[in-house]
């Protein structure tokens, strides 16, 4: 890392003298043009102070001869700022009312494994019908066409199914409204 030369320890002693005289009260006086917001107006603070830095020999290096030049720039850096919330208005949406949870899987993989261990308690054939109409997503007919039995015989394991799937569920302590 080279050394700093003389100016730029200049520099440096002079901004933390401004600093030092001037940064409280500079701080404040950003906040109030601010409407309160701390936090935008220590970011204005250091933006205004970073131009000191930049124009230090212009300024003279003389700290207590700054305040009205910082104050004129913190004033120009709030008008700029407040221009471009109008351009780009922040959004209205409070965070608090914003919905950002993430979906936890493991509830529906619990249920999905519990279903499944009730499945197993049917005979084959219900566990057939079940599988293609719910899992497959085939209708009865195409059900019914698949297995190469009647339409009516495919409703009526269904039916039979979905009954015992659901005293299976009951039996286990789970919810009945897993089979809607």
Excluded at 57 to 80: C, F, K, Q, Y
Excluded at 116 to 135: K, N
Aim: hydrophobic share 40%; net charge positive.
């Amino acid at each position: 890392m080279p050394l700093l030369t003389t100016a730029d320890d200049q520099r440096d002693r002079f901004i933390g003298d401004v600093y030092a005289l001037h940064g409280g009260s500079t701080l404040r006086y950003a906040s109030r043009l601010l409407g309160g917001d701390w936090y935008l107006a220590e970011d204005i603070l250091q933006e205004a102070v970073l131009r000191a830095w930049k124009h230090a020999s212009a300024l003279g290096m003389n700290a207590s001869e700054v305040r009205p030049w910082l104050w004129t720039t913190v004033r120009h850096l709030t008008i700029d700022h407040h221009r471009a919330e109008r351009r780009r208005p922040a959004d209205s949406t409070a965070l608090a009312t914003l919905d950002v949870s993430v979906p936890d899987p493991t509830d529906r993989l619990l249920r999905g494994r519990l279903v499944l261990d009730a499945l197993s308690a049917l005979p084959e054939q219900q566990r057939q019908v079940i599988g293609l109409l719910y899992y497959g997503r085939f209708n009865a007919a195409q059900a019914a066409e698949h297995l190469g039995i009647p339409l009516g015989t495919v409703k009526s394991r269904s039916y039979y199914a979905l009954r015992a799937l659901r005293r299976a569920l009951e039996a286990r302590g789970a919810i009945t409204d897993v089979i809607r």
